[in-house]
């Protein structure tokens, strides 16, 4: 048997749920990846689309795609901008640059259910996720 520590996680809190989704996925760059020197300081921008039946689906959904794409093509996306965002939806501009940018300190493979929570709690948005390192 061997122990391993394979989860890290965050608790984000925003005033709008745009606002929640954005500081959520900064928060994960924040977690693996710390900015260097600009080798290419070239943007690449991407459209993200998901849909979801909830919230916490839709913040899963969303977290994963951009680890994909970002594992895939090689680019740490630093910028986000939501166009349209509701608890079952959202399009997004994702802004990033060259991976090369970033010196990349912990291996985030994927968020997951596991405590997962998307809520308004007065006047604020929270939510807590756990991923796999």
């Known amino acids: 048997m061997l122990e391993h520590t394979a989860d890290i996680g965050i608790k984000v809190k925003a005033l709008t749920l745009k ?22 300081p070239q943007k690449h921008k991407f459209v993200i689309t998901q849909k979801a039946d909830n ?7 969303w977290l994963n795609e951009l680890l994909s794409m970002s594992a895939a093509l090689g680019v740490v996306f630093d910028g986000i901008k939501i166009k349209k965002l509701n608890q079952q939806f959202i399009d997004a501009e994702a802004i990033g640059t060259d991976i090369r940018n970033y010196n990349i300190h912990t291996e985030i493979k994927a968020a ?22």
């Open 55 to 61: 919230p916490e689906e839709l913040m899963v959904n």
């Open 19 to 40: 606002g929640l989704f954005k500081k959520t996925w900064l928060a994960v760059i924040s977690l693996c990846a710390k900015k260097q020197k600009l080798l290419d």
């Open 112 to 133: 997951t259910y596991h405590q997962l929570k998307v809520y308004k709690s007065g006047f604020l948005w929270h939510a807590q996720v756990i991923f796999d390192v």
